[in-house]
């Protein structure tokens, strides 16, 4: 994909989370030659886990469940290669009532990002590439990362949160239509400040290992020992999208006093004293607000530009899942009745 020519069955994707990967793999059995570009360290975006000291922390996407056929056959899939497992039926409410209601909820057998790993084996990935613009040259993308790094391909698959995705677009000076664009700007997601916090004491969180909480100041606590990947008690503290909003630009220290705070009047239990090391991450874009109605965008022709992601369709892992398929139902002319 370096060289002057493509490959008209040719893609760049840009994000190796649970969309990109998913549509590369159904690209690339096709018989497509795909790359995939992803700033992280490592591939799986939102699905991410985390290791602080000799805590292992989800501080991301804590679980996941599955409602449609076509995501329960990819979960399936990923059931059978030990990848994936059953968490739990439900978890305790803000009241500290169990809320069983016979779904299951998933986890990463090590972590979530065991399912990304899965899906990435095989495939052209490329962690560490920030792309910086993705312009057409000639007829044909031309993503460009930071680190020099120049790739060309007939087709984009964008993949990133959209604000970002119009950003890296926008440097290639790339033309939308005026509806596209519009469609594309009215997406938006809430943000979420996640506190990860290693504690010398088992058992705060009750089973199985979660407090689903959708409030305010806090949206979600878990021990990650408890959740069954991590060898020591690992808190993930999530706040709620209010709070985060408001906290966002706060200095680290402040949010990590604040979010123990909160978090040990909903455990009943003095965390300051328990805490051996935290670590912060702040997610800008974590929940979408307000999706576009269908799984993917076709957004340009000749050459092809495509958005995919959890902010088209559904929302979610499961969206997310979707969301990659469909949109290699459309770059492969597949349909689906
Ligand atoms: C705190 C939090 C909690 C959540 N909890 C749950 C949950 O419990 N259950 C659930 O189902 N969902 C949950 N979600 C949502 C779920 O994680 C997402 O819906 C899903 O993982 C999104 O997948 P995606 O492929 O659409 O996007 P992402 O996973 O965001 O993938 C996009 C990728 O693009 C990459 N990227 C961005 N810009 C660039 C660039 N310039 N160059 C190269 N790469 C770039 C990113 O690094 C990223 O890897 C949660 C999300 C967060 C943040």
């Not at 994909?1 to 490959?7: A, K």
């Not at 995939?36 to 975006?45: P, T, W």
């Not at 995705?165 to 239509?177: H, K, N, Y």
């Given at each position: 994909?370096?060289?002057?020519?493509?490959?008209t069955n040719s893609c760049i994707i840009i994000g190796a989370g649970m969309s990109g990967l998913i549509a590369a793999r159904e690209l690339q059995a096709a018989g497509w030659e795909v790359t995939?570009?992803?700033?992280?360290?490592?591939?799986?975006?939102r699905m991410a886990t985390r290791r602080v000291g000799e805590g292992t922390f989800d501080h991301g996407a804590q679980f996941f469940t599955s409602r449609s056929d076509r995501f329960g056959q990819l979960v399936r899939g990923w059931l059978d290669a030990g990848v994936a497992e059953e968490w739990s039926r439900g978890f305790p409410d803000a009241s500290g009532?169990?809320?069983e209601d016979g779904h299951p909820r998933y986890r990463g057998t090590e972590g979530m990002t065991s399912i990304p790993k899965h899906l990435a084996r095989g495939l052209d990935v490329r962690t560490g590439e920030r792309v910086v613009q993705a312009r057409i040259r000639s007829g044909q993308w031309e993503a460009v990362c930071e680190s020099g790094l120049r790739l060309k391909s007939a087709t984009l698959l964008i993949t990133a949160p959209v604000p970002q995705?119009?950003?890296?677009?926008?440097?290639?000076?790339?033309?939308?239509?005026e509806g596209t664009r519009k469609q594309l700007e009215d997406i938006s997601y809430d943000p979420c400040?996640?506190?990860?916090?290693l504690v010398d004491r088992e058992g705060l969180v009750p089973e199985p290992?979660?407090?689903?909480?959708?409030?305010?100041?806090l949206d979600w606590i878990s021990d990650n020992s408890r959740k069954g990947i991590s060898r020591t008690p690992a808190l993930t503290?999530?706040?709620?999208?209010?709070?985060?909003?408001?906290?966002?630009d706060a200095d680290e220290k402040e949010i990590a006093d604040a979010?123990?705070?909160?978090?040990?009047e909903r455990l009943g239990a003095d965390l300051a004293p328990r805490v051996r090391e935290t670590s912060l991450a702040r997610w800008r874009y974590s929940w979408v607000t307000q999706p576009h109605p269908e799984p993917c965008l076709l957004a340009r022709e000749e050459p092809r530009l495509l958005f995919a992601g959890d902010a088209f369709g559904q929302p979610k892992v499961e969206g997310a899942s979707l969301s990659g398929l469909a949109s290699a139902d459309t770059l492969l002319g597949r349909t689906r009745s």
């Open positions: 994909m370096n060289s002057g020519r493509t490959d995939v570009l992803d700033k992280g360290r490592s591939v799986g975006g009532e169990p809320r995705s119009l950003d890296i677009l926008d440097a290639g000076e790339v033309e939308l239509s400040l996640a506190l990860l916090a290992g979660g407090i689903q909480i959708k409030d305010e100041p503290i999530h706040a709620g999208p209010q709070w985060s909003r408001a906290h966002y979010l123990l705070a909160f978090a040990g």
